[in-house]
């Protein structure tokens, strides 16, 4: 049992090394991140008509762009606000490539017509599974740029054209650049991710402090558990005891932690993050952050099954405590159930064995039985 699941952890860990999409997409050791081909276009769109406002493509390529576009607007694939991704082939030296479209539409007044006005927002580069992974900030990255759209477009130059630039480096390198920064600390704000542990950055400038909170966004689990009270009641039943904050102390290089908790399951991913930023690949980092979230649910969901079958059975109550002290994670485990099953009594008698279980040495089973 306990083989097959080591072996799952793994390859959870291993299978995007072999991933050729991702492979395509990493630069050399020691090259600058922005030598990644990456692009940009923007359009006004009205009625059926698209026009050109700036495209950092090349001038071949541009009109390629233009025609995909104007398809994907004829069909009514591009929807007001919601980012789409495909990939698409042009003259450029990827030939084939990501791109996320988003279409912005102008508020419209009581004299418009029916068929509204609004921007075509593009950003090329990677590939299409790549930027899937960044949806999210790629469609937060586009509405950020909501208040700074106009038809005469004055601030296209001055405002729009540097923000568009930088949609690379902001929407996709922030996960890069904290696992440079903190290395081999990694694994600490991954168990403050998973423990909604509050994580203060001192001695830092604001994008340090930006990047490293949407890292442990992006690491946590709200969301994803399958109970949508289960984050809430968590929050609820931490914020009743008394909380240490993860402090990081910038001034020092590498940074300084205080505070730092970590566990087995946690420091066993730290190699997978450290090779993917060796090789310059934030698709693949974002990819391995998700298999890392991935494996934490399925861990939560074994424990949960755990404690059903241990309300019946003692050798089921045993499985339970080898499987937590097995699977390296069973601080964290244990307390998303406790909070999970705050109103259950036969549930938290069990977790509380578990509990004192797991504060004990290693190789004592028998307090199970």
Request: hydrophobic residues 35%.
């Amino acid at each position: 049992m306990f083989t097959s699941q080591t072996s799952s952890f793994q390859d959870s860990i291993d299978v995007d090394e072999r991933d050729a999409d991702f492979d395509n997409e990493e630069i050399g050791i020691g090259q600058r991140i922005q030598q990644i081909n990456c692009y940009y276009s923007i359009y006004f769109y009205q009625s059926t008509s698209l026009t050109l406002l700036d495209s950092s493509l090349p001038p071949e390529a541009e009109p390629q762009l233009r025609c995909y576009i104007s398809r994907r607007l004829s069909k009514g694939a591009l929807l007001g606000g919601m980012g789409n991704i495909a990939t698409v082939e042009l003259s450029i030296p990827e030939q084939a490539v990501g791109c996320y479209c988003c279409l912005l539409e102008q508020e419209s007044s009581p004299d418009q017509s029916e068929d509204g006005n609004g921007w075509v927002i593009c950003f090329l580069g990677g590939s299409e599974k790549g930027l899937n992974l960044f949806r999210l900030e790629l469609d937060k990255y586009v509405q950020g740029l909501q208040g700074s759209l106009s038809p005469e477009m004055e601030n296209l130059e001055s405002e729009v054209k540097p923000y568009l630039s930088r949609w690379y480096e902001e929407s996709v390198m922030h996960i890069y650049r904290v696992v440079q920064l903190v290395q081999n600390s990694v694994c600490f704000l991954l168990h403050a991710a998973l423990s909604h542990t509050p994580v203060v950055v001192n001695d830092s400038d604001e994008r340090t402090k930006t990047d490293v909170a949407r890292f442990i966004k992006a690491a946590s689990l709200q969301g994803l558990v399958q109970e949508d009270t289960t984050t809430a009641t968590l929050c609820k039943a931490l914020s009743e005891d008394i909380q240490t904050d993860l402090v990081i102390d910038c001034s020092t290089s590498p940074p300084t932690f205080t505070n730092a908790v970590s566990n087995r399951f946690c420091e066993d991913w730290i190699q997978a993050f450290l090779n993917a930023a060796e090789r310059c690949n934030p698709f693949l980092l974002r990819q391995i952050l998700e298999n890392f979230k991935l494996k934490a649910i399925q861990d939560m969901n074994n424990l949960k099954r755990f404690i059903r079958q241990a309300e019946m059975s003692h050798y089921a109550l045993f499985r339970c405590g080898q499987f937590l002290r097995s699977c390296g994670n069973g601080d964290v485990l244990l307390q998303n159930a406790r909070a999970e099953h705050s109103g259950l009594t036969e549930a938290c008698g069990i977790i509380r064995v578990l509990e004192e279980f797991l504060s004990e040495p290693a190789l004592v089973p028998a307090a199970l039985h």
